[in-house]
């Protein structure tokens, strides 16, 4: 009896091999219900990892000419089907999607290359991710309906997986709001590649955060260097204890760069140890002694609040 239902599985087997090889070409792999047949036989509902949720997706609808098949991705796999030496491990099929699976890196990506190679992923090879070794199942989930990586919500924690210290920076007080769900890290970097750096959506960090922050683009009759030059100058995109994501607070922060400015002794002595602090109607110095102007809680944007760029006439020094 044992025999008689071995022979009769090997029977329907070859009949579905048949079926698949007579409806594609020898050069095409089989991506039709019946080609995948020969997979999801075995790998039915049963699977500890869900495999037949792939007809949820976009992967799966085979009413689009487009759609690949199991065979599309993983190859014909003939030795993992058949089993020939008849062995309890079944050998692994053509090209096995894993971070740590016996298929090359190059040759996993390439696979999925073959069809999402337009768009955003055309600076894949040699990129950063790239060069790291990472493989597309490193970050995305293909047999389900509800891949993590493609939700804001779900997004973030995926790429914090690697990227630890910028998950701590996102939950300082002032940040972008990556952990809300409004934005997704994907919103300013594209992790298959880019020609700016580190990762860019943009060319630039600054043509980057223009794509929203457009009312700091300019130009302007008076530009402010650091602000055309980079952005991260002054801010830290990721999340900051100082207001709006500084790197540090004022006046700290424009006194790296503005090392002498007020130091004549009409002026605020911001950068003298011992300089003089003036009256608020900034005619009488109030002498040496006086503390400086940080200890008594003066904030460069007071006066200059048009940091990121002037068109008045008179705003050469960026003030309101």
């Not at 009896?1 to 050069?27: C, E, F, K, P, Q």
């Not at 993983?74 to 008849?86: D, K, L, Q």
Request: charged letters at 15%; one cysteine or more.
């Amino acid at each position: 009896m044992n025999t008689l239902r071995r022979i009769s599985a090997l029977v329907g087997l070859a009949t579905i091999l048949y079926t698949a090889s007579s409806a594609a070409s020898a050069d095409e792999p089989d991506a039709s219900l019946q080609g995948d047949h020969v997979c999801t036989r075995c790998h039915d509902e049963t699977e500890s990892r869900p495999v037949l949720a792939i007809y949820k997706t976009a992967h799966g609808v085979k009413a689009d000419s487009r759609t690949p098949g199991c065979q599309t991705c993983h190859g014909p796999s003939t030795a993992h089907v058949t089993n020939p030496e008849g062995s309890s491990t079944r050998p692994l099929v053509d090209v096995d999607f894993n971070p740590r699976g016996s298929t090359a890196p190059e040759l996993q990506a390439q696979t999925c290359l073959t069809c999402h190679e337009a768009g955003q992923r055309v600076h894949w090879v040699g990129s950063e991710h790239n060069r790291s070794g990472l493989v597309c199942t490193s970050c995305h989930e293909i047999h389900t309906h509800s891949d993590r990586v493609l939700s804001k919500l779900s997004q973030p924690d995926v790429c914090f997986t690697c990227h630890t210290t910028q998950r701590a920076q996102f939950h300082r007080m002032s940040t972008h709001p990556v952990i809300a769900g409004e934005m997704a890290c994907s919103d300013c970097h594209n992790p298959h590649g880019s020609v700016g750096p580190k990762l860019m959506m943009k060319n630039s960090v600054n043509e980057t955060c223009y794509t929203c922050h457009a009312e700091r683009r300019g130009p302007f009759l008076w530009e402010h260097s650091p602000v055309t030059e980079d952005c991260t100058n002054c801010h830290t995109p990721h999340g900051s204890n100082n207001g709006p994501l500084l790197k540090a607070r004022t006046p700290w922060l424009c006194q790296e760069c503005h090392t002498s400015d007020h130091s004549g002794p009409m002026n605020s002595g911001a950068n003298l140890p011992n300089g003089n602090a003036t009256t608020i109607q900034g005619l009488l110095p109030l002498g040496n002694q006086a503390p400086r102007s940080q200890m008594n809680g003066r904030n460069c944007l007071s006066c200059h609040a048009l940091i990121h760029g002037s068109n008045h006439p008179a705003g050469a020094r960026f003030s309101k």
